[in-house]
């Protein structure tokens, strides 16, 4: 009957022990489940058994212990969250007690020191004796600091967990004192950032390496500007000694061919000079908050003489402040609005047009936009003689052109360039052409 | 009628640039003494030796030059009393600003660049004796 009602699974435990009891005569402590109100109570049943007059005798008592039994679940429950949650976060908690020289650990902290199976006996000694020996003076200076001048605890250490294998630590931690001001205990927590320490390393490593690299380029380019000119300039300036102190018995082929050998290390000279201005652009990198208008404004006065002279027509909206590098966005300008001169119509009079807006989404013209950042977006258009537009990509690579030098000169360096300023700025630049209808470019920078 | 009694120093670690300075001078002022030196601490050694009557009437250098360079060739004559009154023309293939502050903070009297054919060359030298050489116009 009594049995009916207890859990299935405790039944078979309370039949053993109280057996067990009757065997030995002796006392008997059980804790199990019993059916109550379509739940179960959790009960305590404690006693003894002993023989009178042959006759055996029972006693105990009966407690009901469902909430207590509730709360130890509860804990139980709660110890193994915690337990997942320092498992997880790798954090590991700790506490000293002084006066004994003891330490509590929790599981994290074993493993974070590998310290070997739970139980076994760690105190202070065991710590120092583990710290590499440069480590222990440094470390014992500033626990003793912290404890007298009730400072929190924060250093970062190296410690010695097997042979060969160090980790860094970094520890936190609080010192409690009695009504007595007397230091009791020192609760805190532990982390190992071994793997931390090495990313920043190799980050560190990574970034000497490019500061290297970019001091490699540097020198290059230093050896580009002198000593790749310096045979071009000799080239020419002999081909030209030659056709000056040799004039009455050169031929006019020889004479020609001479100004072909001076014409042409003149210009491999400015390539070199031309491909130095891009790795220079790529050097420079002062944001500054601008009005871009100003800008625009100084290119359109630079080329003044030539708007007069060509009478050429500009229109402009009115561009807003934005942070850009001010003298590459000064060359930008200047760049589209030269080649729209340089390649208007010969027939037709030339007229460039300017017209901002700000977009919130560039679509897919910027791989890596700025999320919450605004774009302004600029398109330059001319009516000169434009371009076919299958080659509206080509035209940004550097040193490409689409005429032959003799009808248009210049290396062709200036879209390359302006190619180069609007990555700078996370942007991009592209073009669109029709042939004898003009050009638009079209720029998108963050604003 | 014009005489240069004093000779003109060149200092440049490349012969062709040498002889093309020393063409062009030759051009401007035929007849007149001119002495080459490979670089600036032979040419500073010299003019060490030198009584004043011999001092020469211009120096033009080139700026990189093994050894003693072009930058401290002209601090170690303007850093003399005796020959600080020389005119000294840097005459370099480097556009650098950084390289054009340096020589006139040194104390050079001009910088110039190499230019590209021996025309512009014989031009620019030209240009530099008419600047630098009027005292000794005699008539």
Redesign the interface.
Known sequence: MFLDNVHEEDQQKIRQKIQEAIDSQSEYDLEFRYKSDGGYKAIWLKGNVHKNDKKLLIKGTVMDITTRYQLLQQLKKSEQLYKQAEALSHIGNWSWELKNNTFLLSDEVYRIFEIPGSPVKFDRDDFINNLIPSERPRIEQIIREAISHRRPLEFTLKYKVSAGVIKTVKVLGEVAYDEYNHSIIIIGTCQDISVQQEIEHKLRMNKAELEQSNMSLREYAYVA??DL??PL??I???A??LR?SHEAELSEQAKSHLSKI?SS??RM?QMIRDLLSVSIINSERSFENVNMDNLFQEVLQHFEDIIEHKKITITADRLPEATVIPSQIRQLFQNLISNSIKFSHPHIPCHIKLTTSLIEDPGDDIKNTIPGRNYLKIMISDNGIGFNNQFAEKIFTIFQRLHRKQVYDGTGIGLAICRRIAENHNGMIKAFGEEGKGAVFTIIIPS | MKMNLSPIYIADDDPDDLSIISDALIQKLPGNQIREFSNGQDLVNTLHTLSVIEYPALIIVDLNMPGKDGRATVSDIKNQPGLKFIPVIVCTTSTSLKDQISCYTAGANCYVSKPNSFGEFCQLISSIVDLWLPKIHMS
């Open positions: 500007s002198h000119q310096e300039r000799k020419s300036t002999f030209d000694r000056t001076i290390s003149i000279q």
